[in-house]
């Protein structure tokens, strides 16, 4: 199991540009998440899915996009990068079983000049 | 929505010493409470969770308690070693719901 994988690892956008975040996960998982982390303020939830075809909106999801076609691949997608952006990018997903933790990806770190 | 507020910020400890974190979270329905360590450049990983069924639960040198009735929930490290050098963060959610929603983070220090 390769568990949740994220790509790519480090990305530099102009403010402006758009570009998509991978996110796969090898283990069946029907939940998954994207967070963002910034200093001080913890990880904050971008968008989540509950399942291929469905998606959510979390605390934060103002310029960007998601989807979920298949169980495994959950991308997110930056429409028009803006400064604000800067930050570093978690793909997270678990099993729809009842109360389990999450598995989170190594992570992006994406900076917006 | 919940909202979970974790303290300290920081926390510097000698090596050997105790460690406390401790969070509060405002809905009284959330039931379940993981705790993540973070180590610098790294991603989080799940540590410790408690349900809401539970009042204690020990792993090793690492416990979380919990209370109900006040909404707080604590993460005890006994015997720290300068490999529990991290950020540690407290989580909360509900049942049936997506949304697991972290606190802030505990920068801990554990000096030889």
């Not at chain 2, 406390?20 to 790294?42: H, M, R």
Request: some cysteine.
């Amino acid at each position: 199991n390769a568990g949740v994988t994220q790509t790519p690892k480090f990305q530099v956008l102009k403010t402006g540009q758009s570009m998509t975040l991978q996110c796969a996960q090898d283990m069946n998982h029907e939940y998954m998440s994207w967070y963002r982390q910034d200093p001080g303020m913890g990880l904050r939830l971008i968008h989540y899915s509950v399942g291929a075809g469905i998606t959510d909106q979390g605390e934060v999801p103002n310029g960007y996009n998601v989807s979920r076609s298949t169980t495994e691949d959950f991308p997110l997608r930056l429409l028009s990068a803006a400064p604000s952006q800067t930050s570093v990018y978690f793909c997270a997903s678990r099993t729809g079983q009842v109360n389990y933790g999450y598995t989170f990806g190594s992570g992006t770190r994406l900076t917006v000049v | 929505g919940e909202n979970v507020e974790q303290h300290p910020s920081t926390l510097s400890v000698q090596e050997g010493d105790s460690a406390v974190i401790k969070c509060t979270y405002s809905d009284s329905a959330s039931n379940y409470f993981p705790w993540y360590k973070q180590e610098l450049g790294k991603r989080p990983q799940l540590i410790i969770d408690i349900r809401s069924n539970v009042g204690e639960k020990k792993d090793q040198r690492i416990a979380v308690t919990l209370n109900k009735t006040a909404k707080h929930f604590s993460l005890h490290i006994t015997e720290t070693q300068p490999e529990d050098s991290a950020v540690y963060f407290c989580a909360a959610s509900i049942t049936g719901f997506q949304k697991l929603v972290f606190g802030t983070g505990t920068r801990l220090l554990v000096s030889p």
